[in-house]
């Protein structure tokens, strides 16, 4: 069963304009979320995270939303540069499984010049 | 620098040989993870270690193996009973404490590539 969810296999943006990615959650008992960013043949690096105590985290040209109540976090990036161009999972953590994380199956984020 | 470090880059094996990926950090962290990407089912979890000498199962240990002898390595250990064992392989390591929110960093990552 899968306990983060990322539907949206892809997404297409124009350079300039701002990217959406979407995650879904089903269990309460996450306490934080965190967004990861990979390139092809890579290893994923971190990018932004929120605690389930906060509905927004800023840094820069990213922003994480958290919806508690829809169990739900999106990722905004403003505005997107071609650079972008990767694949974002999300993951959540249990409050009391230490660092182990769940991740979504990830979202490939094209951005066009 | 400290990092996590993964070799080979790619590796190739005959069906029915085992081979071993290797993983090593100098970040001091606790905690060690294997995942395996494929495309279009993300990253799941193989084995994970809070400590030396400890490790569990993670959603897909099946055909897998590793070992915790040091704090700075985590081997994992591909099996012939592994059905279908190509698939880019990845390793990270976190601190392990409950209340840390401190991320998972990850290697670069290992191609696997069963003939």
């Known amino acids: 069963d899968q306990q983060v969810k990322q539907n949206s296999p892809s997404l297409s943006v124009q350079e300039g304009r701002i990217s959406i990615l979407n995650c879904d959650y089903t269990?309460?008992?996450?306490?934080?979320f965190l967004w990861y960013k990979k390139y092809p043949a890579e290893g994923p690096t971190f990018l932004i995270s929120?605690?389930?105590?906060?509905d927004k985290n800023e840094d820069g040209r990213f922003t994480v939303f958290l919806n508690k109540s829809a169990k739900h976090l999106s990722l905004h990036i403003v505005p997107s540069q071609p650079g972008d161009s990767a694949v974002y999972f999300c993951?959540?953590?249990?409050?009391?499984?230490?660092?182990?994380?769940?991740f979504g199956q990830g979202t490939e984020l094209s951005v066009k010049p | 620098d400290g990092g996590i470090t993964q070799s080979p880059k790619y590796l190739f094996r005959k069906e029915g040989q085992n081979v071993t990926l290797s993983c090593e950090q100098n970040?001091?962290?606790?905690?060690m993870y294997w995942y395996r990407q494929d495309p279009g089912q993300g990253l799941r979890l193989i084995y994970y270690?809070?400590?030396?000498?400890?490790?569990q199962k993670g959603d897909i240990a099946e055909g897998y193996s590793v070992s915790r002898e040091k704090k700075e390595s985590f081997p994992l250990t591909v099996t012939s009973a592994q059905k279908n064992p190509t698939a880019f392989y990845l390793c990270?390591?976190?601190?392990?404490?409950?209340?840390?929110?401190?991320?998972?960093?990850f290697g670069p990552g290992t191609r696997l590539t069963v003939l």
């Open positions: 993951a959540a953590k249990y409050y009391n499984q230490g660092g182990k994380l769940i």
């Open positions: 929120i605690s389930s105590i906060k």
């Open positions: 970040l001091n962290h606790d905690a």
């Open positions: 270690s809070q400590i030396v000498n400890d490790f």
């Open positions: 269990n309460s008992m996450f306490d934080y």
């Open positions: 990270a390591s976190s601190p392990w404490e409950p209340t840390s929110t401190d991320t998972q960093y």
